[in-house]
C-alpha cells in the first residue's frame, strides 16, 4: 500500500511536469516566435455496444493542448456495462513532441481506475500519420510493479462521399509478464477489428453505426474462461464522434 502511495505521488508530480513543460514551452520565449498556443478535444468514440454477452457504453477520447512542436495530452477509454458497474477505466497525460512531419514521440503516465487492482503506468510511445494515411498510436507502458505492455492502434478513413466515411481499426495488447488478478496473460493478450460507418453532418459532427470485434487469445483467454467469459465478442455499435 505504501509503494501504491508512493507511485500515486510521483505520477500526480509527472503529470503536472507535463503541465509545466508545456507551460514552459509556449512562454514568452516561445511567444516571441510568434508561436501560437492551440486546443484540441477529439472524442473517437462515445458509444453503445450491443451483443449477445453483455451490453456496454464505450468512450474513446484524448485532447490536447500545446504549440507546433511541445504539447500536453490527454488520453481517457473505458466500459461501462449497461448496469451501472465500470469494467475498465483507463486516463494518460503525456508530453508530445513533434519530431517528424508526421509523428510525435510522447511520454508521461497512465493511471487504471479499472480493472482491480488499479495500476499506475510509465508511458513512451508514439502517435502520427503512418504511411498511406493510416493513424497510428503505439505506446509501451512499465507499471509501479514492474509489469511491462504496450499497445497498437490503426485506423483509416475511407470516403464513399465527402460526407459518408467508413473507419476499419485494428488493436492489439502484449504483456511481458502474467498478471492473474487483472486478467492478463503473457504474450499477445487480444486482437480487436471494428468498422464504423460514419455520416459527418458537420466536420465535426458525425453519428455512426459499426460492428466490433474483440478476441482474447492465449493466456489472457484461459483467465477469462475461468472466470465464466467468453474469450470473444462481437458487438454492434451506435455512437457519435465530434471534435472541437
Not at 100 to 129: E, I, N
Not at 177 to 203: M, P
Request: glycine content about 8%; charged content about 25%.
Amino acid at each position: 500500500m505504501r509503494n501504491f502511495k508512493i507511485w500515486e505521488r510521483g505520477a500526480i508530480a509527472l503529470a503536472s511536469f507535463g503541465v509545466a513543460a508545456v507551460m514552459l514551452a509556449t512562454g514568452p520565449v516561445r511567444a516571441a516566435e510568434d508561436d501560437q498556443l492551440f486546443t484540441m478535444l477529439k472524442v473517437d468514440e462515445l458509444e453503445y455496444r450491443a451483443s449477445n454477452r453483455k451490453d456496454t457504453y464505450n468512450w474513446d477520447a484524448e485532447g490536447w493542448i500545446g504549440e507546433d512542436y511541445n504539447k500536453l495530452w490527454l488520453k481517457t477509454e473505458g466500459e461501462r456495462l449497461v448496469d451501472g458497474k465500470v469494467e475498465s477505466a483507463e486516463v494518460q497525460a503525456l508530453y508530445s513532441r513533434l519530431i517528424s512531419t508526421f509523428f510525435d514521440v510522447q511520454a508521461g503516465v497512465r493511471y487504471d481506475f479499472k480493472p482491480v487492482p488499479k495500476r499506475t503506468f510509465g508511458v513512451l510511445g508514439v502517435q502520427g500519420l503512418a504511411p498511406y494515411f493510416f493513424e497510428v498510436d503505439a505506446a509501451s507502458f512499465v507499471s509501479d510493479h514492474g509489469e511491462v505492455s504496450g499497445r497498437l492502434k490503426a485506423s483509416y478513413d475511407l470516403l464513399f462521399t465527402q460526407r459518408l466515411i467508413l473507419e476499419p481499426s485494428f488493436e492489439t495488447n502484449i504483456a511481458l509478464q502474467s498478471v492473474k488478478e487483472r486478467g492478463v496473460g503473457s504474450g499477445i493478450n487480444d486482437v480487436g477489428l471494428s468498422a464504423r460507418l460514419r455520416y459527418e453532418i458537420f466536420r465535426e459532427f458525425a453519428p455512426y453505426i459499426g460492428v466490433n470485434y474483440e478476441r482474447k487469445l492465449g493466456q489472457t483467454a484461459s483467465y477469462a474462461k475461468d472466470e465464466g467469459e467468453e474469450p470473444d465478442n462481437l458487438s454492434f455499435v451506435v455512437g457519435l464522434r465530434f471534435w472541437f
